[in-house]
């Protein structure tokens, strides 16, 4: 998860994840072209650079991944 996509702590947590053999899900904004995204074998990319936009969509999206995993076991979601 970056923002901007251009966090070199993520990157290269990405990249050493792709040279274990890991998949790569991103979740980032800015540019479509960012760093980050290109490591991606999943991205999760919001069109927008306004940082609360981007973060807040992110939880969005993570919270709903959260429900059907977890939320499935203790009512129907």
Do not use: C
Not at 11 to 40: C, P, R
Request: net charge negative.
């Amino acid at each position: 998860i970056s923002s901007s996509g251009n966090s070199m702590n993520m990157v290269n947590a990405a990249k050493g994840s792709k040279e274990f053999g890991l998949k790569v899900v991103t979740f980032t904004g800015f540019e479509s072209t960012n760093n980050l995204k290109k490591e991606g074998d999943l991205n999760f990319w919001v069109n927008s650079k306004a940082y609360n936009i981007v973060e807040m969509t992110h939880h969005i999206w993570i919270l709903a991944v959260v429900d059907l995993i977890i939320g499935s076991a203790e009512y129907s979601a």
